[in-house]
């Protein structure tokens, strides 16, 4: 079963990273001190990344950020729109996601035992899957910004993340807690 096509979605973070998750690998993180224990410096996260059980979505900024997910299968991949493709700034490398049977998306400082009301959740067949992430300029569109600076009805998301499920054999997957490398810088002539 695939799921179906989801809106975006704003999500907001005051720890500078949101996450897709899987809310089975957390549920002893029940008070800040658990939350700290397990998340609270950038080795532990890498520990959950390298198994499957977060994904981070990090620019290191805090804010509201408009995030579509787009589930795929192998019969029908999932992919970016072509609008999508001419607005996009940066790709990440494929990370791995272990779904237990859910996905949620929220800032870091949400993950944890209990579903706080801004969680963004879906349900996802247990499995292993990849998950790319990309970075929109959405301002660069033309009517993507209202006069006052605000992304207009038709902006496209700040993140579209593609999800499908792991290939056959695929095993090398991102580690990094940042999701995406730096741009290479040219040096003067």
Request: proline fraction near 8%.
């Amino acid at each position: 079963m695939t799921p179906m096509p989801c809106p975006a979605e704003t999500v907001a973070t005051d720890a500078g990273m949101l996450a897709l998750w899987d809310p089975e690998s957390f549920t002893d993180v029940v008070d800040h001190d658990t939350w700290n224990l397990r998340l609270g410096a950038d080795e532990d996260v890498r520990r959950h990344i390298r198994a499957g059980s977060l994904v981070p979505i990090n620019i290191r900024n805090d804010g509201a950020f408009a995030v579509l997910v787009r589930f795929g299968c192998p019969e029908r991949p999932a992919q970016l729109t072509e609008r999508e493709r001419a607005h996009g700034l940066l790709s990440s490398d494929a990370y791995l996601f272990s779904s237990s049977g859910r996905v949620w998306l929220s800032g870091i400082e949400a993950v944890g035992a209990q579903a706080w009301p801004e969680i963004v959740q879906f349900e996802l067949p247990a499995g292993r899957y990849s998950v790319v992430i990309h970075l929109i300029a959405w301002e660069d569109e033309v009517c993507g910004v209202n006069d006052d600076g605000t992304p207009s009805a038709t902006a496209l998301p700040d993140f579209v993340v593609l999800v499908a499920p792991a290939g056959p054999g695929q095993d090398v997957f991102r580690t990094d807690v940042e999701t995406f490398d730096p741009p290479e810088t040219t040096r003067p002539g």
